[in-house]
DNA sequence: TTGTAAGCGTTATCAA
DNA sequence: TTGATAACGCTTACAA
């Protein structure tokens, strides 16, 4: 209704200065609480709302945080990056932050660029790494805070993560306690940094036992539906116990790729995934998958941020969320 | 590097008043071209960005538009968002616009509230309606300037949404026109208006031929993996001879049903669905499917909400642009 | 405890 | 063609 309702008005009906009042509302300085009291009533009763863009350029803030979601995102990313936002939302918004969102397509950076040198937001969330990232070397120059949601080799990002390490790992040494020796492992773009962390991880499980994995059966790069049938006719050619999918949308087209082969899980061969998906639990078979919690895992990003920009002293984070889910895909027959 | 350089020190470097500068850069008024390009120079030299915090509170705008995300959005529905946000963003991004996101859960639009009370955007997108929709009502007491993506009873609701209703009939049509009689329709929330609009392209096809639906064939309100393949049973128990369904989530659930229950596609029923996705496109057999241009309905509804925004009457609109993409799963044996 | 006044970086209204 | 100067709505020294 009373849109319009200044810090001005509230002080000229009070007949005190707009300084009181804005002490008031803000709660900082000394005030008799009668004179607060006073003003809360009148807020209350006249319903005013602070003019954020007034406050921002005062406190020279904008109270937004950007975060940029790359377009080339696929049905399963936007899973992750839904759940991410989730968290991201809920910490900002109790901090009186709102999300800008930055389409970025491909390298180019434009977006995000428009977005910083329009001092539209106070800090910046990446929710992808890749190697040579141009949207975080563009933010490195800009000098305006912000963090990546991943790993990247690059020292001088701040980075919030999933030990997806330690998760790959996990998943891969339960396998391996299950007896199963050849295990196969399904990659795919290897300019993420996300999947050369799962393959150490996958790596790793094999060195803590003192054993290797058959490089034969580490498949990189692999996207598209005949490739993948290759691969898995060449998995069984080779005897391997279990197919390892870097993530669901690898998983998906093992599963078509199996079908079409008449390949028959888990009794030919097991299958699991390093990213679990209501989609993994729901299909038949169900199958074993390593779950991580993302919204988490946005909201420790969120919190993150909000202290850089708050003057903190950046800190990397790793958080250890996740849990292997075991389901009928990896049955030993 | 040079943040912080602001039109009073352009001015004072130029020796010319700041408004001159302001107004070389805006184009506004008559100045002398000599004077525009010491301006320009000098800019482009030492790398001057607006501050748009300070624009926005002298033009009381705030040059953002915000987009309502639902929480609960799925798979499928954030596919459907992801490719909507590509064209706001589009249109937003050239008038100089950003995209606030602002994620509801369920019927709690305080996030909504907070944003519209805050002031920080000029115009709002709701991406989905329902009947009785909390936040389009809140919106609508808001005064704030806002349109729904999709289709609402609600006459006072501006609208931009693809013409569902002439799709999901011509589709229809084309399925009569293959010979199908008995046609199954499954349906998932009736609380969402597109949900009736499918029915009623569905039942207008058949109308078109004088002909009804049997209305025993049409299940609404589905949801899960059970329901689902009990509605398969009795769509073959009841010699339908085709099943249709509103999205690509249930079409999902149906081919979930129709394999479990050894019902085979397109041999032993027949399968469309309302809405297309690569996931249906990629699935075997590949399933037929009303096609629909989401980022255009996005751009569409950006251009014209930014067209309510600098005060032209708003404008509901249909948009065009859907195909049906016949494939196997439709094949008459 | 409260008020005055000077910013914050623009745009807009007058004059000149 | 330009320039003072006053908004825009809020914060914050510095006074009182």
């Known amino acids: 209704m ?39 009533q009148y807020i209350d009763e006249h319903g005013y709302t602070p003019n954020h863009q007034a406050r921002g ?47 970025v397509a491909g390298t180019d950076v434009a977006p995000l660029r428009r977005l910083v040198e329009n001092h539209k937001a106070d800090g910046v969330i990446l929710t992808r790494t890749m190697f040579d990232d141009p949207a975080a070397d563009y933010l490195k ?35 391996l306690g299950k007896g199963f020796r050849r295990l196969a492992l399904l990659g795919g773009d290897g300019t993420h940094t996300i999947t050369a962390t799962r393959r150490r991880g996958f790596e790793l499980a094999y060195e803590r036992l003192g054993l290797r994995p058959d490089p034969s059966l580490i498949y990189m790069d692999v996207s598209g539906v005949e490739q993948t049938e290759t691969v898995v006719k060449d998995v069984i050619a080779k005897k391997a ?50 779950d991580i919690d993302d919204k988490n895992l946005g909201s420790v990003a969120a919190r993150e941020l909000l202290s850089m920009i708050d003057g903190n002293e950046p800190q990397n984070r790793l958080v250890r969320r996740y849990q292997v889910i075991l389901r009928e895909s990896t049955a030993v027959s």
Chains 1, 2 share one sequence.
């Open 2 to 40: 009373n849109e319009k309702l200044t810090i001005d008005d509230i002080a000229a009906a009070l007949g005190v200065s707009k300084t009181t009042v804005s002490r008031a509302i803000s709660g900082k300085g000394r005030l008799s609480p009668e004179t607060i009291r006073r003003v809360q």
């Open 57 to 103: 350029l005062a406190k020279s803030r904008t109270f937004n945080i950007g975060v940029v979601c790359p377009v080339d995102y696929e049905l399963f990313d936007l899973q992750y990056f839904h759940r991410c936002l989730q968290g991201i939302s809920q910490v900002t918004g109790e901090a009186g932050y709102d999300i800008l969102i930055s389409m």
């Open 141 to 175: 120059k800009s000098g305006l805070p912000f963090l990546v949601i991943g790993t990247s080799p690059d020292p001088d990002l701040v980075q919030v993560d999933n030990d997806h390490l330690a998760g790959c790992c996990e998943l891969t040494q339960v396998l």
């Open 241 to 290: 116990d279990c197919l390892v999918c870097m993530d669901e949308k690898l998983t998906g087209l093992a599963q078509t790729a199996c079908r079409q082969l008449g390949v028959v899980i888990p009794r030919n061969l097991r299958l699991a995934s390093f990213y679990n998906s209501s989609f993994l639990q729901h299909s038949v078979p169900a199958v074993t998958a390593l």
